[in-house]
């Protein structure tokens, strides 16, 4: 059964910094890439940070310079760095593993950034 657990979200104020994380079980974590993806009320899911199995990392241009994607296989954790917050990163943030049977999602954790 694969599970993808995220933490860390929360009230921030603006500038300030939230590091996110995921905990992914039933998977071969290592071999799979990891993205964060989010969703703000009354918007379209999308992609935040991705980084492949490899290593590679790529953002999306509203978060390059503010936000690290980093991975740690012997934890079988994805991470989300994300500093100098604005409130238009408020939403539900998701860590998202794509396997070769499939995507799956985590449950999602909030973050709120007030200005």
């Known amino acids: 059964q694969v599970q993808l657990v995220e933490s860390g979200g929360g009230l921030v104020q603006a500038g300030g910094s939230l590091r996110l994380s995921c905990a992914a079980s039933?998977?071969?974590?290592?071999?799979?890439?990891m993205a964060w993806y989010r969703q703000a009320p009354g918007k379209q899911r999308e992609m935040v940070a991705g980084?492949?199995?490899?290593?590679?990392?790529n953002y999306a241009d509203s978060v390059k310079g503010r936000f690290t994607i980093s991975r740690d296989n012997f934890k079988h954790t994805v991470y989300l760095q994300m500093n100098s917050l604005k409130p238009e990163d408020t939403g539900v943030y998701y860590c998202?593993?794509?396997?070769?049977?499939?995507?799956?999602w985590g449950q999602g954790t909030q973050v709120t950034v007030s200005s």
């Open positions: 039933g998977i071969t974590f290592s071999a799979n890439d």
């Open positions: 998202n593993a794509k396997t070769i049977v499939g995507r799956y």
């Open positions: 980084i492949t199995r490899g290593g590679s990392t």
